[in-house]
C-alpha cells in the first residue's frame, strides 16, 4: 500500500523537479513585480537590495512560452547547470501548507524571477516514510511539459529542508476558487473548459507511461490566463509495465478496482475524470457518504444519481466516466471529442 487512503479535507501541495536557469533575465507575463506589494522579504543573509524597485520594472520582458516553442527547455538543456541555495532567493508571502512544510512566493535575486518555492522538512519525510514517494515525484515532473502542468524548474536541499522551485500559478488554488462559487459549484461552460484541459493534460501523461492517480480540485491551481494547472503528482507513478496493485489516492476519487484491491491501470484517471466533472457541477463528489463503507459500496457499484440541474450532454459524459469495467470507460480522446465538451470548452 503507497499510503493511507485520505480523507476530501485533507489538502496536499506540489512536489517535483527541473531546471532554473540563471542566465534568464526574463520575467514571466503571471509574475507580479515588487510594486505589486507582492510581500518580499529579505533572507536573513541575503545582500540584495530591494530598493531597486523602480528598475524591476524597467527591466522586465516576456518570458518565452517554453511549452510551445521548447526553446527555454534547450536553452536549459544547453547552458550550465546551477546549484542553489535559500540565499539566491527573496522569499515572500506564505501560499499554502503542505503534508511535509509550507509553500512561499519567491524570486530568484538575479533574474528576478518570481517563483513558488515548496520547502520540505526532511525529518517530516523521513518519519512518515515517504522518502522514495517524494523522490518517484521529483522524478516524474522534471520530465513533463505542458501548458496544464505546473512546471518544476529546480530543486536544492540543505541539512534539514528540501526546497523546490515551482511554477507560481497566480489564480490559486482551484478547491478555493470552487468553495468560493455560487452554490459552491462551477458553469457548465467553465466545467467544460477545465475538463478539457484535464484531459489534454492526462493523455500527454499517458503517452509517458504516467499514471496520475489523484486528479482532484485540491491537486489544481489556476495560473495567469485562467488555465488549470495539474499541480501534485504525489500518488503518480511511472508505469511501463501498465498494471499497478498498490492502493493510493483519495477516498472519494477512488476507482472501484483499487477499491477491490485489483490491479489497475491508465484508466483509474478516467474514472477521476468523470468524479471531478460531478464535483465541478454540484460541489461534491457522487459518491460521499457518511461513512467509509457506505462510500466503498456506492464506488464498488457506480450508485450515484444526479442533480436535476445538471444538462443531459453532461450526465451523458459522467455517466460514461463513471463504469465499473475499467475497459469500458470513454477513453480521453472521447472526452476530448464529446459534445458537451466541443460545444462549452471553446
Known amino acids: 500500500m503507497c499510503g493511507d487512503v485520505k480523507n476530501k479535507s485533507e489538502k496536499r501541495t506540489t512536489a517535483v523537479k527541473v531546471e532554473l536557469n540563471k542566465k534568464t533575465k526574463t520575467m514571466s507575463e503571471c509574475a507580479p513585480s515588487v510594486s505589486q506589494k507582492s510581500g518580499f522579504i529579505l533572507n536573513e ?6 530598493t531597486q524597485h523602480e528598475n524591476i520594472r524597467s527591466n522586465r520582458k516576456k518570458q518565452i512560452d517554453a511549452e510551445s516553442t521548447g526553446e527555454h527547455v534547450k536553452q536549459c538543456r544547453n547552458e550550465n547547470r546551477k546549484t542553489w541555495t535559500l540565499s539566491d532567493f527573496d522569499i515572500g508571502r506564505a501560499l499554502g501548507k503542505g503534508k511535509f512544510g509550507n509553500v512561499y512566493l519567491a524570486r530568484e535575486k538575479k533574474s528576478k524571477f ?3 518555492l515548496k520547502v520540505m522538512f526532511k525529518k517530516m519525510i523521513k518519519n512518515l516514510q515517504n522518502e522514495h514517494q517524494v523522490r518517484r515525484e521529483i522524478e516524474i515532473q522534471s520530465h513533463l511539459r505542458h501548458p496544464n502542468i505546473l512546471r518544476l524548474y529546480g530543486y536544492f536541499h ?8 515551482l511554477e507560481y500559478a497566480p489564480g490559486g488554488a482551484c478547491y478555493k476558487e470552487l468553495q468560493a462559487s455560487e452554490n459552491k ?7 467544460a473548459k477545465y475538463l478539457a484541459q484535464i484531459t489534454d493534460a492526462l493523455k500527454y501523461c499517458h503517452t509517458k507511461k504516467v499514471i496520475h492517480r489523484d486528479i482532484k480540485p485540491e491537486n489544481l491551481l489556476i495560473g495567469c490566463k485562467g488555465e488549470i494547472k495539474i499541480a501534485d503528482f504525489g500518488w503518480s507513478v511511472h508505469a511501463p509495465s501498465s498494471r ?3 492502493i493510493c489516492g483519495t477516498l472519494d476519487y477512488l476507482s472501484p478496482e483499487m477499491v477491490h484491491g485489483k490491479t489497475h491501470n491508465e484508466k483509474v484517471d478516467l474514472w477521476s475524470l468523470g468524479v471531478l466533472c460531478y464535483e465541478f457541477l454540484t460541489g461534491k463528489p457522487p459518491f460521499e457518504s457518511t461513512s467509509y463503507d457506505e ?4 464506488i464498488s457499484k457506480a450508485i450515484f444519481t444526479f442533480p436535476s440541474y445538471v444538462s443531459e450532454p453532461a450526465q ?11 475497459d469500458k470507460r470513454l477513453d480521453l480522446n472521447g472526452i476530448l471529442e464529446h459534445p458537451w465538451i466541443l460545444a462549452l470548452s471553446q
Open 45 to 50: 543573509n541575503s545582500s540584495s537590495n530591494v
Open 158 to 165: 540543505d541539512e534539514e529542508r528540501v526546497y523546490l522551485i
Open 185 to 191: 459549484r462551477f458553469s457548465e461552460e467553465r466545467s
Open 316 to 326: 451523458h459524459l459522467i455517466s460514461n466516466l463513471l463504469v465499473v469495467n475499467p
Open 295 to 298: 462510500t466503498y459500496r456506492k
Open 114 to 116: 518570481v517563483v513558488a
Open 244 to 246: 499497478r496493485a498498490t
